[in-house]
T-cell receptor, first 115, second 111 residues
Framework: SAVISQKPSRDICQRGTSLTIQCQVD?????MFWYRQQPGQSLTLIAT?????????ESGFVIDKFPISRPNLTFSTLTVSNMSPEDSSIYLC????????????FGPGTRLTVT | DAKTTQPPSMDCAEGRAANLPCNHS???????VYWYRQIHSQGPQYIIH???NNETNEMASLIITEDRKSSTLILPHATLRDTAVYYC????????????FGDGTTLTVKP
């Protein structure tokens, strides 16, 4: 199974600033996903990031607000830009694949609070 | 991916079996049923998956009805550490497929 780490684990940011979240995987993976989990809510997919191509964003999410980089097969970043209090959420990195086909592994999440 | 419906919450006594239902009436022939759980303040964790046969692993059992329109996740001897939100997801079993999470079931195991 893949082991995923995220940095930072939590942060408190001011309105109008940006935060970049890092996701590191202990093995090479083709597909990585970024999810958002607003307080008391389920997970919502932001985008799918494949190495060597532009990320694919879900409806309601745009690249200008959530730019994603995927420089290699073990690393990705998600930036939350021009933050507002509505961006306060847990952001989770996930990868596909492993022993079980179709399974996804998740990182511990980054808890973001925007004041 | 097919939509799933789960009860918002359930309680279970410690040591008893927890049976968590999921309806997926629009499931297509090549879609699998996956179960994840999310313990508070952690990322979701894969539990089990299946196509049409019942499945069992060290964590749980999965019972899928013959018409595949519903399934039940069974935790045979629930412990307090099983308190979590349980998500039932229907998707193809390729690594290219993303998981779409519904609202899940909050299972509370009580002493």
């Amino acid at each position: 199974s893949a082991v995923i780490s995220q940095k930072p684990s939590r942060d408190i940011c001011q309105r109008g600033t940006s935060l970049t979240i890092q996701c590191q995987v202990d093995s090479q993976v083709t597909m990585m996903f970024w999810y958002r989990q607003q307080p008391g809510q389920s997970l919502t997919l932001i985008a799918t990031a494949n190495q060597g191509s532009e990320a694919t964003y879900e409806s309601g999410f745009v690249i200008d607000k959530f730019p994603i980089s995927r420089p290699n097969l073990t690393f990705s970043t998600l930036t939350v830009s021009n933050m507002s209090p509505e961006d306060s959420s847990i952001y989770l990195c996930s990868v596909a694949g492993g022993v079980v086909r179709g399974e996804q592994y998740f990182g511990p999440g980054t808890r973001l609070t925007v004041t | 991916d097919a939509k799933t419906t789960q009860p918002p919450s359930m309680d279970c006594a410690e040591g008893r079996a927890a049976n968590l239902p999921c309806n997926h009436s629009t499931i297509s022939g090549n879609e699998y049923v996956y179960w994840y759980r999310q313990i508070h303040s952690q990322g979701p964790q894969y539990i089990i998956h299946g196509l049409k046969n019942n499945e069992t692993n060290e964590m749980a059992s999965l019972i899928i009805t013959e018409d595949r329109k519903s399934s039940t996740l069974i935790l045979p001897h629930a412990t307090l550490r099983d308190t979590a939100v349980y998500y039932c997801i229907v998707k193809g079993n390729t690594n290219a497929g993303k998981s779409t999470f519904g609202d899940g079931t909050t299972l509370t195991v009580k002493p």
